[in-house]
């Protein structure tokens, strides 16, 4: 079946280790996605790609990078430089501009 | 910088009650998305509201966006519990992939 897969489910970082979260898609989305939900609160986009090759910095890009060497996988890094990494992190990609097909989520917890 | 605010942050509703969120916008949005989140779940999409006044049905939810579009509003008819969830509206700006999440309406339903 076609949809978008996170991996891991769930992830626990020592303070100041990298972690990379995976994200891949085999919708032939062009447009990928990471969100950042903390409790009862909304998404923060962390960054997005519209094409392999090329990604923009979303509203909270600090202490995280991504890359987009092909079109199905959008992996995320948290660095140490993120101060407060402990949160649930959703991966998207859409076609266009319009619907947001959704992951499953990763949750991250600092120790 | 651009803002999606939603309100109420919380509903509680017996069973067969009605429920109303709002979301209000800082600037003209392009089209606004709404998205139902279950307990522990991700994010799914519901409906995408693009033109001036539009007002679309599914069943006992219906989406309306403002003649401005810089406001949308999700009314569910006659809640049933399978309704609780987390129901977040998120606007789009131009043409970008970027879209802006309100923080969400929390709703539950007592059966």
């Known amino acids: 079946d076609g949809g978008i897969t996170q991996s891991p489910k769930y992830l626990f970082r020592k303070e100041g280790q990298n972690v990379t979260l995976s994200c891949e898609q085999n919708l032939n989305h062009d447009a990928m996605y990471w969100y950042r939900q903390d409790p009862g609160q909304g998404l923060r986009l962390i960054y997005y790609?519209?094409?392999?090759?090329?990604?923009q910095k979303g509203d909270i890009a600090e202490g995280y990078s991504v890359s987009r060497e092909k079109k199905e996988s959008f992996p995320l890094t948290v660095t140490s430089a993120q101060k407060n990494p402990t949160a649930f992190y959703l991966c998207?990609?859409?076609?266009?501009?319009?619907?947001?097909?959704f992951g499953e989520g990763s949750r991250l917890t600092v120790l | 910088g651009q803002q999606v605010m939603q309100i109420p942050q919380y509903q509680h509703v017996q069973e067969g009650e009605d429920f109303t969120t709002y979301c209000n916008s800082s600037?003209?949005?392009?089209?606004i998305q709404w998205y139902k989140q279950r307990p522990g779940g991700h994010p799914v999409f519901l409906i995408q509201?693009?033109?001036?006044?539009e007002v679309k049905k599914q069943k006992r939810l219906t989406f309306q966006f403002g003649e401005a579009k810089k406001n949308s509003s999700l009314h569910i008819t006659a809640t049933q519990t399978t309704d609780v969830g987390t129901y977040f509206c998120a606007g789009g700006v131009d043409s970008s992939y970027k879209l802006i999440f309100g923080s969400g309406t929390r709703l539950l339903v007592r059966p």
């Open positions: 998207a990609s859409s076609k266009d501009t319009g619907e947001l097909f």
């Open positions: 600037t003209t949005l392009s089209n």
């Open positions: 790609s519209q094409i392999v090759n090329d990604f």
């Open positions: 509201l693009v033109k001036s006044g």
